[in-house]
């Protein structure tokens, strides 16, 4: 067992929290046959001993990058009701930001951390867990509690100093070091990480007296930067970020305009009223009916005309035009276009529709009819028969 120390862990319960229980999974039996393994492995290092404690977690079983079986025990519902430590966890970020300046590093895991630590005697009965076989307790820190990284950290910043969780990284300006193995493989296998370390894709380590240059692209799927600095031989990377847009993200970005105070030049930039825009003027230019010049500009911009918003009353719905009192008081005209050509010439018909009696007259005529060309035809085919209408309804040619 490793020694007791300042910083063994302790679980402190909220109060009038109740001895958690939960029930055991079904587990199969290769995960029987490991379980079996590894609590034989514990006990005999003095990890886990018997227990009748009330509490009891239940255990299972998940894959190994290499295939092999981790024992994992779920304290999620302990968790819930012990009271949360607040030690800072440094950020391996602002760890490597540190490490300017060093041209050597040594690297350190350690192997089961966790059970380098003691559980507090009187927090023994709180890690039961319970088995096919027997209900057993921590005396050391195990894996899955809510405050062991906090007291993993407390631990290794009292001992080692600057550190991530479990991982140590030694720094020196000085090759002085020595090595517990050596030999020829040794050397080739220094050789290829050596290789390996310099190669430029590599990150460095980001100098603080040297310029950034900052890179960015973007599509719409997908943003990402690359932080560069200057060294000696040239620009090699810092840093690098992407990720994917959510579809809010793609809708803003290429598709919907927004006028924000990051905007530095406005793609549907208007003028600021002719009062505004004269005076602006006016401080750099002038000339004859300048004032004129301008109102006739403002009131005729089509951004403006767009983008600002309307000062009359809102319009309402379409409405149908009323129905006459009489036949062929009101008459609509239009025009039905690009036929094919008849033998007489004719590849357009001129629709003349009563609006009271929706009788039709289908007149044959040309696409390109001048307006002359077509009274003439009204004349001739509608006047003569029903006299004149008080109004006729007909919409622009192109």
């Known amino acids: 067992l490793p020694l007791e120390r300042d910083h063994d862990h302790k679980i402190e319960l909220e109060p009038g929290a109740q001895p958690i229980v939960r029930t055991q999974w079904r587990l ?52 819930r009701v012990t009271i949360k430590s607040r030690y800072p966890i440094p950020r391996a970020d602002e760890l490597i930001d540190q490490l300017c300046g060093a041209k050597f590093f040594s690297k350190i895991d350690l192997r089961g951390s966790y059970h380098q630590i003691r559980v507090n005697e009187a927090d023994y009965y709180k890690t ?36 991530c969780i479990n991982a140590l990284l030694c720094t020196s300006t000085t090759s002085k070091a020595s090595f ?23 990150l460095r380590i980001a100098d603080p007296h040297r310029p950034f240059e900052l890179i960015t692209d973007a599509s ?15 620009l090699r990377p810092i840093a690098y970020e ?40 006016a401080k750099h230019y002038y000339w004859p009916h300048m004032a004129d010049d301008v109102q006739k500009f403002v009131t005729s911009c089509t951004t403006c005309q767009r983008m600002k918003s309307s000062k009359q009353k809102k319009a309402g719905l379409l409405q149908p035009l009323p129905v006459p009192k009489q036949p062929w008081q ?58 004149i209408p008080t109004t006729l309804i007909c919409r622009p040619r192109p």
Do not use: W
């Open 28 to 79: 199969t039996q290769p995960e029987l046959d490991e379980l079996r393994c590894q609590l034989d492995y514990l006990f005999e290092k003095g990890f886990v001993r018997p227990s009748t404690s009330p509490f009891a977690a239940p255990i299972l079983y998940t894959l190994k990058k290499d295939g092999g079986l981790r024992m994992c025990i779920d304290y999620r519902a302990l968790n």
């Open 242 to 281: 992407s990720r994917k847009l959510n579809s809010a993200e793609r809708n803003y970005l290429y598709e919907e305009y927004h006028d924000s105070k990051n905007t530095t030049t406005s793609c549907t930039q208007d003028t600021s009223g002719s009062n505004k825009t004269l005076t602006g003027i």
């Open 330 to 387: 009101e008459v609509s005209l239009d025009f039905i276009t690009e036929l094919p050509t008849t033998t007489s010439g004719h590849d357009a018909i001129l629709v003349v529709i009563d609006k009271f009696s929706k009788m039709g007259h289908f007149i044959p005529t040309h696409t390109t009819a001048r307006t002359e060309e077509t009274a003439q035809l009204f004349v001739r085919y509608i006047i003569s028969q029903h006299g």
């Open 128 to 163: 039961a867990f319970r088995t096919r076989y027997e209900s057993y307790e921590y005396t050391v820190m195990p894996f899955g509690l809510t405050n062991a990284p906090s007291t993993f950290q407390l631990a290794m910043n009292d001992v080692f100093g600057r550190c």
């Open 180 to 202: 517990m193995s050596g030999g020829e493989s040794s050397r080739l296998r220094s050789n290829s990480f050596k290789l390996f370390l310099t190669t430029p894709l590599v």
């Open 220 to 234: 719409d799927l997908a943003v990402g930067a690359l932080l560069l600095q200057d060294f000696d031989e040239g």
